[in-house]
Structure formats: structure tokens, C-alpha cells
């Protein structure tokens, strides 16, 4: 079994287990909370699939997504947000824990990390500020009873929103690999503010099935809308009422040794009180995150884009000396980018692929508009439109996105992709018309602005990537457990994505472990004649030839 698999497999653990953040001796205090006047009694149900609650409402849109308005103070926001999505809330934490038994199946292992964890995220609560802490408590009164084993309802969303992070710290685990990319122009002719993002945070494509396009109405700070999940209270893809909008790319981080402020939580501030890149910078820099975060700015304000690279040592700020702006997982500020975490990221990681394949789709668009983004955030092609195969960490698209975003921040509006990954409709939405939110029986889409399906998505080619995650999983299966495959099924799991290394290394460790060296062998070494995205899958499979030929 490849060691990376086996190294993935702990941080996996300690991924998910310090989500949810199992409490032994640990109990978060609830924070001091105002009275509030919200109750599920006062839950209207108008139709299916669409609920209100006094001004604030849920529903879903003909493409899949869920939209909601919400409004009020914080702990009146978190109660009002708990009562709407109580079931979005339960179904995602089900998935969560779901994805963790299936990965994890030891309770021994589960439960001696998760007091580990508990102990490290101990004063977790500490580096959110009261706003949110009220806002996320008003949540977790409706969180299910069924999950109270693994800890109060409080301590389990707090953590929940660490997850984000520490999955962000075990990149070698390879959960994250978001792209940006942005472009801005303004002149007597012309004046343009857009830019597009995948953020491809992956936890099983059930974690993606039910997004929420959330526009907040806070008594405090600005409108925004954000693209979020049930019980998630921060922000990793937004824009508010004046123009500034921001997105989270991962960037290389050790190990995290102590807690500190989740970067979504960082994010949300930003989002809800920041309208120049001086202002988001400010409020960054009030925070000690725990990992590495790259922020996306995009300010109407200043007419600018920049990158707010923070690090738990320290703080840079990359602005582009053009006005295009791409953004991938490695540092680029002068503060951050000679670092010796970061070139070596560099160097062993696809993120420069990614950058410069980028590089090459941005200088081919004639226009920067909203569809020409979404097929560059859909291309799955390499550097010099190699095929990479299906779902290539170098690509763009990997075919493995929570959501795309597109912004225009000049007309306020944002594009939202449906479910699966960037393949499905985008439907847009306009800021500047706040009064379509807050009425629930019109349509808050644009529907002549949509953006339509990937061609691919229609496509045979579809099918055939779905067909290859389900022989994968199968591929997987029988190596962990040492099964036989039926020579048909693997001919077939070839056919399915014959350009993409990862079909190769995976039939290479199943027959290893058939203890049919040879034909393993031959599996790797067609492996390490294909694109591969990290240094230490190709050090790997080399290294496997060595110890079979033995």
C-alpha cells in the first residue's frame, strides 16, 4: 500500500475527528446571549421546498441550489438560520459523520484522536468574536440530538468550522486545490471588475449535493451573499453591497500546533465590514490563524485585486503589477513567496501547473465576461492543451468542486454553479436589487443571465467519469481488503480514464498486493509515462518497481 495512502489515511483522522471535534473534557461555554423573539413556531411552510420565518426565507431553485434571506441580529440570525435549514443542518452533519465512519473505521482510532483534538481545539471558541459565537450558538440549538455522543451541540459546530482549516494543513492529503482567476480594466470606454473561482474542497460528492446561496441581511456591517452548507456560519466564497468580494485559496502549511481563529471565520468578517483591500487587510491582521490562507480581494472601491497571504507567522500582500490576477495555492507576496515551505510546494505540488495553464486560457479570452470565466474555470486540458485525462489534479477543473463562483463586482452580480461540481447550470444573482431578497414569492435569479451546462456534462464523456469513480472505488476496495478483480473489470477501469496516472498507480498497488509483481510493475510504469501532479506519486511508483524487482 502506497505510503502517502497510508500517511492520508492518519491525517484523515485527525482531519475529521478535530471537526467534529469529540469533547471528553472540554465544554465550551455559551457565550452571553441577548433575549430573542425567534421560535420554530413560527415556521410557515408556503410550498415545497420553500419555508419562512417573519422576513427571512428558504427555498430551492429549479437548478438545485438552496437560496436563502436572512436578517436580524446575530443570536436572532443563528436561531432564524437553525429553524430554516434544521434539515439542510442534520442531513449535512449525517454526511460528515458518514464520510468519517467510512474512512475511518477503527473506533479505537476514532476515539483515542478525537480526545486528542479536543484537548488541541480546547479554547477554540476564544479566537471567534462574540458576533459569531452568538450567531453560531442560535445555530446549534438545531442540531440533532442523534450526534450528541460525539459532543455538545455547541462544541460540534465550533469545530465544524475548523475542519475547513485543518484540512487546508494536510494538503498532502490533496482536499484542496482552488484556482482564481480575475481581471479588472477602467477607463472613459470601458469598466469592468470580474472574476471566477473553483473552490475544490472535497469531502465525497454527497458534502456538495445541497449548497446554499445565502444572501445576510445583518443588523451590523454590510449585505452580502455567500455560498455556503448547512450549520456552516463562515464565508469561502462572497461578495457585499459595495463591490468587494472575496474568495479562499489554501496555501502550504505545517502541521498545526496550537488553535487559532478558523480563516473562514476571518473571511466572514471581512466580507460583513471591509469595503477597500486596506480595510479587509486590517481586519485580517487582527486575527492568528492556525493555518495558511491566501484571500482573494477584489475591491469596486479601490478599482483593484491583491491577495492577502497570511501564514500563522506572518502577513504579506501580493498585488499583480497587471490587471489580471491568478491565484492557485502558493505564495506570491514578497513577504511569503521565497519561503522554503513555499518553493518547495512549488516545486513538488501541481499548483504551477494550474497557475500557468491559467496564464495561458486568460491571454486567449477576447472578453472577460461571465461565460468565457466559466469555461475556463470548466477546462480540464493541461499546460498546451495536454490531455491530462479525468480529473488530473494539474486541470483546472477536477472534476471534484464544491462550487464555481463567477463575480462581477462592477454590475454586483454573482454566478453560482449547481451541483455536480462546475458542470451544471450557474444561475446569477444581482446585489444591486436588494428588494428582490427580501420578498420570498419572486424569483431571486437572473434567469437571461444563467450560464448553461458544460457541454461535457451532457455528454458520453459524463458518464464515463462516473463510471471511473465507481470502478476506483472498487479498484481501492479490493487492494485494502486483497480481493480479486475479474480481468474484465480492470480492462474496463482502464478504458474509463486511460490518459490520467492515477488509473495506473491504483492497478499497480492492487496486483502488489496479488503478489503479481510483474503486471504491477508494468501498471506503474504506464503510470510514470503520464502527466503526474506530485513529485511524491512519482517517487512513489518509482520506488514500488524498485522493491518488486527485487
Known amino acids: 500500500m502506497k505510503k502517502r495512502y497510508l500517511v492520508s489515511g492518519i491525517l484523515l483522522i485527525i482531519l475529521v475527528i478535530g471537526a467534529i471535534g469529540f469533547v471528553v473534557r472540554v465544554v465550551y461555554a455559551a457565550p452571553p446571549l441577548p433575549p430573542s423573539s425567534v421560535a420554530p413556531n413560527q415556521l410557515e411552510v408556503v410550498s415545497d421546498n420553500h419555508y419562512r420565518l417573519g422576513n427571512s426565507w428558504l427555498k430551492k431553485s429549479k437548478h438545485g441550489n438552496w437560496e436563502s434571506y436572512i436578517e436580524g441580529s446575530a443570536y436572532?440570525?443563528?436561531?432564524?438560520?437553525?429553524?430554516?435549514?434544521q434539515q439542510l443542518i442534520q442531513d449535512q452533519e449525517q454526511v460528515f459523520v458518514d464520510e468519517i465512519n467510512n474512512n475511518v473505521s477503527s473506533w479505537f482510532l476514532r476515539k483515542t484522536l478525537m480526545m486528542g483534538i479536543a484537548w488541541f481545539n480546547r479554547d477554540l471558541d476564544q479566537y471567534i468574536p462574540l458576533e459569531y459565537r452568538q450567531e453560531i450558538y442560535g445555530v446549534s440549538e438545531y442540531f440533532a440530538d442523534e450526534y450528541d455522543y460525539i459532543g455538545p451541540k455547541y462544541n460540534r459546530i465550533i469545530n465544524y468550522h475548523a475542519a475547513h482549516d485543518i484540512g487546508h494543513a494536510v494538503q498532502n492529503m490533496h482536499l484542496v486545490g482552488c484556482t482564481s482567476v480575475g481581471m479588472w480594466h477602467f477607463s472613459d470606454t470601458a469598466q469592468f471588475m470580474r472574476s471566477g473561482r473553483n473552490f475544490d474542497f472535497y469531502f465525497g460528492d454527497e458534502f456538495a449535493k445541497n449548497k446554499i446561496v445565502l444572501f445576510c441581511n445583518p443588523d451590523e456591517g454590510y449585505k452580502y451573499?455567500?455560498?455556503?452548507?448547512g450549520g456552516f456560519c463562515g464565508v469561502v466564497s462572497g461578495m457585499n453591497e459595495h463591490g468587494l468580494s472575496i474568495t479562499l485559496n489554501s496555501?502550504?502549511?505545517e502541521i498545526p500546533t496550537q488553535s487559532g481563529t478558523p480563516v473562514s471565520i476571518i473571511a466572514r468578517d471581512i466580507l460583513q465590514y471591509a469595503q477597500t483591500i486596506a480595510e479587509a487587510q486590517a481586519i485580517a491582521d487582527r486575527y492568528d490563524s492556525f493555518v495558511s490562507e491566501l484571500f482573494t480581494i477584489s475591491s469596486l472601491q479601490d478599482r483593484q485585486m491583491a491577495v492577502i497571504e497570511k501564514s500563522p507567522e506572518r502577513t504579506g500582500l501580493y498585488v499583480p503589477p497587471s490587471d489580471t490576477l491568478i491565484v492557485t495555492n502558493h505564495y506570491q507576496s514578497p513577504e511569503l513567496k521565497n519561503l522554503p515551505l513555499n518553493l518547495e510546494h512549488m516545486n513538488a505540488s501541481e499548483s504551477v501547473d494550474r497557475y500557468t495553464r491559467a496564464q495561458?486560457?486568460?491571454s486567449r479570452m477576447e472578453s472577460c465576461a461571465p461565460v468565457p470565466l466559466a469555461a475556463l474555470l470548466r477546462n480540464q486540458a493541461g499546460i498546451h492543451d495536454k490531455d491530462l485525462g479525468l480529473g488530473n489534479p494539474k486541470a483546472i477543473n477536477q472534476l471534484l468542486a464544491h462550487h464555481a463562483v463567477i463575480f462581477d463586482n462592477v454590475q454586483r452580480r454573482v454566478w453560482v454553479s449547481n451541483y455536480p461540481f462546475q458542470e451544471n447550470t450557474f444561475d446569477a444573482y444581482d446585489l444591486s436589487h436588494f428588494e428582490r431578497w427580501t420578498q420570498d414569492d419572486v424569483s431571486v435569479?437572473?434567469?437571461?443571465?444563467?450560464?448553461a451546462p458544460d457541454p461535457f456534462y451532457l455528454s458520453e464523456g459524463f458518464q464515463t467519469f462516473k463510471r471511473f469513480k465507481q470502478l476506483k472505488e472498487q479498484v481501492i476496495h479490493a487492494t485494502n481488503q486483497e480481493l480479486p478483480l475479474t480481468p474484465k473489470l480492470v480492462e474496463e477501469f482502464v478504458a474509463s480514464n486511460p490518459q490520467y496516472y492515477e488509473t495506473y498507480r491504483l492497478l499497480g498497488n492492487y496486483f502488489a498486493v496479488q503478489n503479481k509483481s510483474q503486471l504491477a510493475i508494468d501498471y506503474y510504469k504506464q503510470g510514470l509515462a503520464k502527466d503526474i501532479a506530485y513529485t511524491e506519486d512519482r517517487d512513489y511508483m518509482i520506488e514500488q518497481i524498485k522493491l518488486l524487482s527485487e
Open 76 to 85: 436572532d440570525r443563528g436561531k432564524t438560520i437553525g429553524i430554516l435549514h
Open 225 to 229: 451573499l455567500s455560498v455556503t452548507w
Open 251 to 253: 496555501a502550504i502549511s
Open 360 to 362: 495561458e486560457l486568460s
Open 445 to 451: 435569479t437572473i434567469d437571461s443571465l444563467e450560464i
